[in-house]
């Protein structure tokens, strides 16, 4: 089965950037498409960005479009997410998922992905 790890979360002041990396342990162009997924506490996921490895075809949520840019390495069969100008509302944690199944079709719903990384927290604060 195929890992997902994320990491490059941290504490940031309002205003800055991070950037989140996912990693996968097998070939990410075999997926049809790849997101990145937040959760407040006491929320369900909400879908941040989504990716279509084959094509490069990216959707965002109305909440980022503008400030968030995913992206993706095929060499290093590694997804972006690079963050800016953040705010304390986006403090969550950020999930990579990834569609194998065919399900999602670039749609930021958590129901379409079959696979989940753990998670990488953001908190935005001064």
């Known amino acids: 089965q195929v890992q997902l790890v994320e990491s490059g979360g941290g504490s940031v002041q309002p205003g800055g950037s991070l950037r989140l990396s996912c990693a996968a342990s097998?070939?990410?162009?075999?997926?049809?498409?790849m997101a990145w997924f937040r959760q407040f506490p006491g929320k369900a996921r909400e879908g941040v960005a989504a990716i279509r490895p084959g094509g490069g075809d990216t959707y965002y949520s109305d909440a980022v479009k503008g400030r968030f840019t995913i992206s993706l390495d095929y060499a290093k069969n590694t997804i972006y997410l690079q963050m800016n100008s953040l705010k304390p509302a986006d403090t969550a944690m950020y999930y990579c998922?990834?569609?194998?199944?065919?399900?999602?079709?670039?749609?930021?719903?958590?129901?379409?992905?079959?696979?989940w990384g753990r998670g990488t927290q953001v908190t935005v604060s001064s």
């Open positions: 998922a990834a569609d194998g199944l065919n399900l999602a079709n670039l749609r930021l719903d958590a129901a379409g992905y079959d696979e």
């Open positions: 097998g070939h990410i162009v075999g997926y049809y498409s």
